[in-house]
């Protein structure tokens, strides 16, 4: 739009310098100089014509505002329930988390989650289900989990890491009723069997002998058969570690050297944090290569060796150990939890008759709190002073896993962690070195069931199991989709 300065002026002799002045200091403005009647009537008009303004170029167009973004979403409450699939009855104590939070359902098997900015990536599970992992989008959605019960043959370090032994065991998970194997990720000698990428496990030298170069590749076949993957991972038992570092290791008092054990192995300190975040970092590597479950192992005081020479960094007593124990795994459950993989811990069988920490640091009802799965061992052999009734218990292996874990089981019945024991596929080492066969596994998984476990696993130190004992695959999907 143009604008225009009229001037009155009663002085023709000026009127043109007033023109001149406002035609430099207001270009483009059209100017007027009205003048009196007398010199208008002899014809004279002045005026300063307005600038042309130069052409719009594609530079300096007018362009049209920005559309305003949409602003951020609002954090909210997210609502749902969690049920069955098979009964559709709710579930108590199912785990929702989003990242960092989590949310446990109650009786009718509602959650209530957050705030959260949705959608949200959610991951959902409980003991004796699959995990799901889902969106959250704002509603109030009814998520419905499969039972799942897991029964699983053991892999040590070399064993993994040698093709005729994983491919025998493999082969038995194929064509029988196993659907799981546990896999030493961290072994009794503290090694990783693949390339690890955390640094003080690095620098301790835990990269040892045995490296599968693809192993990537092998949890991806794993996957693709449907075999659910558990990592072992060692806990204070790391000949390893203490090695490298002494001043994370229990110490022997009559040397000042790092304190072995009878299978000459040296332990960590059980008190020491920074053995925590090593053990707990080896985990979450483990979680990100996808394994459904991180199972602890060793995770106690030692039992055997110069116990009175065994000095560390506390008092060790029923006080200390406990405490630690459950530190540890408390510590682990926040950490790990994010990931959505389920955690376990390898418990003496005798755990369940003991009703003091077993001068060990493991009580059932604290450590069940942390947990989705305890694993008592119940080997009969390592049973050496028998339970109430059963004074020989290589002679009574149904009657031995039944209670055990029938007992584990009404001691941890204040939380929603499941009982899933490990059964002995070896010969007797303890009483007659009878052998384990048939009939004794048979005898073993009835146990487990009626004793109210859900799934097995199965020791043998050398990965060599009774595939006769096991029932065919077919049979196992006619009766249960777990």
Request: hydrophobic share 40%; proline share 9%; net charge positive.
């Amino acid at each position: 739009m143009n604008h225009a300065v009229v001037i009155e002026s009663r002085r023709p002799r000026s009127v043109f310098y007033l023109a001149l002045l406002f035609t430099i200091l207001l270009p483009g403005v059209a100017t007027y100089v009205l003048l009196p009647d007398a010199v208008r009537a002899r014809g004279v008009v002045v005026a300063s014509a307005p600038s042309t303004p130069p052409a719009p170029s594609a530079a300096n167009a007018v362009q049209p505002p920005p559309t305003p973004a949409p602003p951020p979403a609002e954090p909210q409450l997210v609502t749902g329930r969690v049920l069955d699939a098979t009964t559709k009855a709710p579930l108590r104590g199912a785990s929702v988390w989003a990242g960092s939070l989590e949310a446990l359902t109650d009786a009718d098997g509602r959650f209530s989650l957050g705030p959260v900015t949705v959608p949200a990536a959610a991951i959902v599970k409980v003991p004796g289900y699959e995990r799901r992992r889902l969106g959250l989008d704002g509603g109030e959605p009814v998520i419905a989990l499969k039972p799942h019960a897991v029964r699983a043959a053991y892999l040590t370090y070399y064993g993994i890491g040698d093709r005729t032994i994983r491919g025998r065991v493999l082969d038995l998970v194929g064509r029988t009723e196993l659907n799981a194997v546990v896999i030493d990720v961290k072994g009794d000698r503290g090694l990783i069997p693949y390339r690890t990428e955390v640094p003080a496990a690095l620098e301790a030298g835990a990269q040892g002998p045995v490296i599968i170069k693809d192993f990537d590749g092998l949890m991806a076949s794993l996957k693709e058969q449907g075999i659910y993957t558990i990592a072992r991972v060692v806990v204070f038992k790391d000949h390893v570690l203490a090695t490298a570092r002494p001043d994370l290791a229990i110490i022997d008092a009559r040397t000042g050297r790092p304190w072995i054990d009878n299978e000459k192995l040296a332990w960590v300190d059980p008190f020491r944090e920074e053995v925590w975040n090593y053990v707990i970092a080896i985990a979450k590597e483990a979680a990100a290569k996808g394994f459904d479950e991180i199972q602890f192992d060793y995770l106690r005081f030692p039992t055997d060796g110069r116990l009175s020479a065994a000095r560390y960094s506390q008092p060790n007593n029923a006080s200390t150990r406990l405490p630690t124990i459950n530190g540890f795994l408390a510590k682990a459950r926040r950490e790990l939890g994010p990931t959505g993989v389920f955690l376990a811990a390898d418990i003496f069988g005798y755990t369940a008759f003991n009703t003091n920490d077993t001068d060990i640091g493991q009580r059932i009802e604290e450590l069940a709190v942390h947990l989705d799965y305890l694993c008592p061992m119940v080997y009969p052999s390592g049973y050496h002073l028998g339970i109430p009734g059963y004074r020989n218990p290589v002679q009574h292996p149904y009657e031995i896993v039944k209670e055990s874990v029938r007992l584990t089981r009404q001691r941890s019945q204040h939380t929603t962690v499941q009982v899933r024991p490990w059964l002995q596929d070896f010969r007797d080492y303890a009483f007659d070195k009878r052998p384990f066969a048939v009939r004794e596994i048979r005898a073993q998984i009835r146990g487990s069931n009626e004793g109210g476990g859900i799934g097995w696993m199965l020791w043998n130190p050398r990965n060599d199991y009774t595939g006769d004992a096991l029932q065919p695959k077919t049979v196992v999907l006619k009766r249960s989709p777990g």
